[in-house]
C-alpha cells in the first residue's frame, strides 16, 4: 500500500472556494496512492479563538486553551470530508482522540509521541481517504493537547513517520522555499532542492515557510516534504537528506529577523562564571538568548557583554538583569532597532572567503555589522533595521542567487 501525506494549510482551507478547490487536489491524488490528508483551521480561525480566551482571562488556563484552540480543525475537517463526499469520494474526518494520537509534554507545546495506526489503516483498506485534525493529540489522561504554532505541519510529518509513507507534500499559499524572502526582494528565486540542514537554518533564521521544529521532525525520521501552493499547479521545494541536494552554489538562501532586540552590558566585573550569572536567571524565565560576544579591557577587570533576545522579551530582561545581584556592572544599553541577516548554504563547507564576500558587499553598501555569529552552514550579521532591505539585495546579487 503507498501511501501519501497531504497538509493544508489555513489559507489553503480559508473558504468553501478553497476547500472545493483542495477537494479536487486530493481527488487527482487517489488515483495513484492510498491519501492520508491533515488539515489546518482556517485561516483566522485560532486567532480569533486565542482573542476570545484573552477576553475570559490573561491567565486562561492552559488545559482549557487547548480544548479551546483544537476546534478549529474540527470544523475545517468536517468541511473538507464533507466536499469530498458530495464529489463522489469516500472520506471522513478523524479527531487526534479518535485514532488515537497521544502527546507528551506540556499544554500548548506537546509534542506526538505515538499514533494507533490500526482505525487508519482500515479505513484506507476500505478505500477511504482520513481527514486528521492537525495541531492536536491527547494525553495519557485523555485530555486534548495542541502542538504549537506549526503543529499541524509537525502533524502531518509524524503520520508520515508512522503510516511510512512515501512522501510528505505541505500545501501553502507560496509555491515554495525561495532564496530570500519575496516579500523582501523581487527578484527572489524558487528553490528546487534543499537539505533538512539548510531548511532548518533558514527556518530558524527568519523564514516563515515552516517552523524549525517541523523541520527537525522531519529530519530526525527522514521523511522528504514537498512545500508547494495550492492555489498554483505548478512545482514545488523538495526538503530533503544533503545527499540528495544537487546545488552548484554556495550560498543557497538568506534569511532576515525583524523581532531581535541587542541588550549590552558595560563594565561587567570579569570573574570566572560571571556569563553563567547572567545568562542563568534568563534561561529559568524562558529567554533565549541568541548572538553573544565579549570584549575583556587590557586588564582582565572588566569585560563588555553584548547579546541578542527576542524584542518581546525586552521588558522581562531589562528587569532580571537588574535585580540579579550576582553581577556587577556600570551600565546597560539596549537596542531595538536591530535585525540579524544571515546567509546559509552547505556549499561554505568546503569553500574558503564566504565571511571575507559577505563583508566585503555590506562594506561597499557602507553597513556597519555589529554583531557577527557563524556555524558550519552559515554566517549572520547584526545590524541596523533599516539596512535590511539593502543588505539582502547586495548579499543576493554577490552569491548570485538571482540566476
Request: hydrophobic letters at 40%; proline letters at 2%.
Amino acid at each position: 500500500m503507498k501511501i501519501i501525506v497531504l497538509k493544508f494549510g489555513g489559507t489553503s482551507v480559508g473558504s468553501i472556494q478553497r476547500i472545493k478547490e483542495v477537494a479536487k487536489i486530493i481527488k487527482s491524488y487517489s488515483r495513484k496512492y492510498k491519501v492520508i490528508v491533515l488539515s489546518s483551521a482556517m485561516s483566522g480561525t485560532t486567532n480569533k479563538l486565542i482573542n476570545m480566551s484573552l477576553k475570559i482571562s490573561k491567565n486562561f488556563p492552559d488545559n482549557e486553551y487547548d480544548t479551546l484552540v483544537s476546534s478549529g480543525e474540527q470544523v475545517s475537517c468536517s468541511l473538507l470530508a464533507g466536499q469530498l463526499l458530495e464529489n463522489g469520494v469516500k472520506a471522513r474526518s478523524w479527531m487526534a482522540w479518535q485514532i488515537p494520537i497521544l502527546t507528551e509534554g506540556k499544554h500548548r507545546h506537546s509534542r506526538i509521541k505515538y499514533i494507533n495506526k490500526n482505525k487508519i489503516l482500515k479505513y484506507l483498506r476500505s478505500g477511504g481517504i482520513p481527514i486528521i485534525a492537525g495541531f492536536q493529540g491527547i494525553d495519557k489522561n485523555l485530555n486534548i493537547t495542541t502542538i504549537g504554532r506549526g503543529g499541524s505541519d509537525s502533524s502531518a510529518i509524524m503520520v508520515a513517520k508512522f503510516f511510512k509513507a512515501s512522501r510528505c507534500v505541505i500545501y501553502t499559499d507560496v509555491e515554495g522555499v525561495y532564496t530570500t524572502d519575496p516579500n523582501k526582494l523581487n527578484s527572489a528565486k524558487k528553490i528546487q532542492n534543499i537539505s533538512y540542514e539548510e531548511m532548518l537554518e533558514m527556518a530558524s533564521l527568519g523564514s516563515k515557510v515552516m517552523q524549525a521544529h517541523s523541520i527537525q521532525d522531519a529530519r530526525l525520521n527522514r521523511i522528504n516534504i514537498e512545500v508547494k501552493s495550492s492555489f498554483v499547479n505548478k512545482s514545488g521545494t523538495l526538503i530533503t537528506k544533503r545527499k540528495n541536494v544537487i546545488n552548484n552554489k554556495i550560498i543557497t538562501g538568506i534569511s532576515s529577523t525583524d523581532n531581535d532586540a541587542k541588550v549590552t552590558l558595560v563594565g561587567v566585573k570579569d570573574r570566572p562564571g560571571i556569563a553563567a550569572s547572567i545568562f542563568k536567571p534568563l534561561s529559568q524565565n524562558s529567554i533565549n538568548v541568541d548572538m553573544v560576544v565579549q570584549n575583556i579591557s587590557s586588564d582582565g577587570k572588566e569585560t563588555d557583554l553584548t547579546f541578542t533576545i527576542k524584542s518581546i522579551d525586552l521588558t522581562k530582561t531589562k528587569k532580571i538583569i537588574n535585580k540579579n545581584k550576582n553581577i556587577i556592572f556600570r551600565k546597560l544599553i539596549f537596542d531595538k532597532n536591530v535585525s540579524k541577516v544571515s546567509i546559509i548554504g552547505v556549499g561554505m563547507i568546503t569553500t574558503p572567503g564566504v565571511t571575507f564576500r559577505m563583508f566585503q558587499a555590506l562594506a561597499r553598501k557602507n553597513i556597519n555589522i555589529q554583531v557577527i555569529s557563524t556555524s558550519e552552514i552559515k554566517i549572520s550579521v547584526l545590524i541596523k533595521r533599516t539596512n535590511v532591505t539593502k543588505a539582502i539585495k547586495c548579499l543576493h546579487q554577490e552569491f548570485k542567487l538571482n540566476k
